[in-house]
T-cell receptor, first 113, second 115 residues
Framework: AQSVTQPDIHITVSEGASLELRCNYSYGATPYLFWYVQSPGQGLQLLLKYFSGDTLVQGIKGFEAEFKRSQSSFNLRKPSVHWSDAAEYFCAVGKNAGNMLTFGGGTRLMVKP | EAGVTQSPTHLIKTRGQQATLRCSPISGHTSVYWYQQALGLGLQFLLWYDEGEERNRGNFPPRFSGRQFPNYSSELNVNALELEDSALYLC??????????????FGPGTRLLVL
């Protein structure tokens, strides 16, 4: 069965600092990988996705993520965090028989002024 | 282009009642997915509909059911509500591609509170 682990439940960074959110997955083949962001009380917004090809993918709002097959990781990065980035971030893996997404537990990001 | 819409935004029911949640997909999308986001349990897959048929369901009891209409909108029905059904219910839609390279786009959710 596929699974996704986000080791950090909470992360606090200062505004302007760089950010890396970790995501590790377990899957038998090359998965499809996604990062979503959820603001309080809201739905999920897609930040970026990886299907194949270039392992460094660019997303919206200045985010990027790198697929590392050897480490089974798909970490999300941003060079300079803005206060509006405070939210909960979810990593997800897809591409199984049921088309469902399996989500990690989420990382809540707080941004200090 | 309009995104995925869900109604109602909030729903309050009492234990034992039935709840009906609605979802309209992005125009051109034929697949609709339902997820439950309950406190402490994370995001869990409930149901997947495509072209009017239930294609897959997650590990939920049969009192969670739904359907997809000819216009690809969908309903999620929860019968015999229990307190632990209180959660944010998220609907997502996607195209259905042979390649499997689909992206799910989510709606704002319906928050269900069971008293």
């Amino acid at each position: 069965a596929q699974s996704v682990t986000q080791p950090d439940i909470h992360i606090t960074v200062s505004e302007g600092a760089s950010l890396e959110l970790r995501c590790n997955y377990s899957y038998g083949a090359t998965p499809y990988l996604f990062w979503y962001v959820q603001s309080p009380g809201q739905g999920l917004q897609l930040l970026l996705k990886y299907f194949s090809g270039d392992t460094l993918v660019q997303g919206i709002k200045g985010f990027e993520a790198e697929f590392k097959r050897s480490q089974s990781s798909f970490n999300l990065r941003k060079p300079s965090v803005h206060w509006s980035d405070a939210a909960e971030y979810f990593c997800a893996v897809g591409k199984n028989a049921g088309n469902m997404l399996t989500f990690g537990g989420g990382t809540r990001l707080m941004v200090k002024p | 282009e309009a995104g995925v819409t869900q109604s109602p935004t909030h729903l309050i029911k009492t234990r034992g009642q039935q709840a009906t949640l609605r979802c309209s997909p992005i125009s051109g999308h034929t697949s609709v997915y339902w997820y439950q986001q309950a406190l402490g349990l994370g995001l869990q897959f409930l149901l997947w509909y495509d072209e009017g048929e239930e294609r897959n369901r997650g590990n939920f009891p049969p009192r969670f059911s739904g359907r997809q209409f000819p216009n690809y909108s969908s309903e999620l029905n929860v019968n015999a509500l229990e307190l632990e059904d209180s959660a944010l219910y998220l609907c997502a839609s996607s195209t259905h591609l042979a390649s499997g390279q689909e992206t799910q786009y989510f709606g704002p959710g319906t928050r269900l509170l069971v008293l």
